[in-house]
């Protein structure tokens, strides 16, 4: 069995996954999940966050074990960036890429990769306090999520346990914003999973990505960067019907 990685992006997890790991594991009992962090988040939070992307691979790979080869990858965000990074410098790695809400500076322009109104508030609340912070994330990713308690509880939570550091943030925040992204798709079966009207980043970024490397665009409707979070069932029999339609590679 080929294993499924999760990566998640800027000021993420892995605990962050858990709605879209319950959802997988529903659909299909028997699959091999992996969740590795970005150094400076989950459990790597006590290690700098490289600046560059393409300088987080390595701490990302040395989470996986050793037994697998291959792996379906599943990236969101800054995730994305990192996962195509991956697929390039080792193709025989990734069987199957699905990219979730990406840009790339190469075909996007930076208003369009990032809602500065939300980056100055999410920015603003880093000083107010975990809740404050945590909350004004969910605001501006996945805003029916401040309607649950125990998610804002629960990231909260994870905040507490694996506090990402201002200087980290700001370092991921660099590494994504520079990140030029490759011309040509890496050589593997590739994805990009855009939301219709991400509040965040806007879907023209993902859209540009799936045309210029002429791979599969399919969108969700939502208005939610977080999609994982937002939709994890939907997200999690998409994957499903994916990973096996790839099972051959």
Aim: hydrophobic letters at 45%; charged letters at 20%; a positive charge.
């Amino acid at each position: 069995m080929v294993p499924i990685v999760l990566i998640r992006g800027l000021l993420r997890e892995s605990g962050h996954w858990k709605p879209l790991v319950e959802a997988l594991q529903a659909r299909m009992p028997n699959q091999i999940i992996l969740t590795p962090n970005v150094a400076g988040n989950g459990s790597l939070y006590f290690r700098q966050s490289p600046s560059q992307i393409e300088k987080m691979l390595p701490a990302l790979l040395e989470q996986l074990p050793e037994e697998y080869e291959t792996f379906h990858v599943v990236a969101i965000s800054m995730g994305s960036m990192l996962a195509s990074v991956w697929a390039k410098a080792h193709p025989h790695q990734v069987a199957t890429l699905t990219m979730i809400n990406p840009s790339f500076s190469r075909f996007s322009p930076f208003w369009q990769r990032i809602n500065i109104k939300a980056l100055t508030a999410i920015l603003a609340s880093k000083l107010k306090g975990r809740r404050d912070f945590e909350a004004t994330i969910l605001y501006y990713t996945c805003q029916k999520a401040l309607k649950s308690p125990a998610t804002l509880d629960r990231h909260v939570a994870l905040a507490t346990k694996h506090p990402v550091s201002f200087g980290n943030a700001i370092r991921q925040l660099l590494a994504a914003a520079r990140f030029k992204g490759f011309a040509e798709a890496p050589n593997t079966q590739v994805q990009i999973i855009v939301s219709s009207d991400d509040q965040l980043v806007s879907s023209e970024c993902g859209r540009a990505i799936a045309n210029a490397w002429k791979v599969e665009l399919v969108e969700f409707n939502s208005q939610s960067h977080d999609l994982p979070l937002s939709k994890p069932f939907d997200l999690a029999n998409h994957l499903s019907h994916w990973t096996e339609d790839n099972r051959r590679y």
